[in-house]
């Protein structure tokens, strides 16, 4: 079976942020890039109020109504295996950062993650509006990378 150590707070969370991440854009439509570590920041009910006020009670709610069985189910289905900040498996070196990831959601081989601390790991962002030549191109790149034995990184960016 899949490695999932993280807490089901964890994955709750981070299942919120992935609700939220377009009010978290609109809301910061021309703000300066330190505005969206200070919302990351901000506990559950600070910032849904924040971000989508009119939804917050809902998008709360239907986080908080995921059962577990749903959270974990959800990671085997998709072949994926998590981690978080509670969990021995999580980076150390990540888990110091002030705006680390709640979780880390993979798939592969979990003892890559030792490469993350190295250096031999490479982050890949797309763009917004991305193209399907874009995400080809992602998709490629990402794959020679990672035959090359690179890590691939990558999450939850708006983009």
Known sequence: ??????????LRRSWLLSLVAPYIE?????ATSSIVPEL?????????????PSLGLTLLARVEALPESSLYGDLRTADCWATCRHDSLYPEALREAPDAP???IARGDKALLSDFQSGDAVTI???RRATSYGREVARTLAHDLAEAGFTIVSGLAFG
């Not at 990351?40 to 989508?52: C, G, Q, S, Y």
């Open 102 to 104: 709640w979780a880390l």
């Open 26 to 30: 609109k809301a910061v439509s021309g």
């Open 1 to 10: 079976m899949k490695h999932i150590g993280a807490c089901p707070t964890c």
């Open 40 to 52: 990351l920041r901000l506990d559950n009910e600070d910032l849904v109020e924040a971000v989508a």
């Open 125 to 127: 962002v797309g763009a």
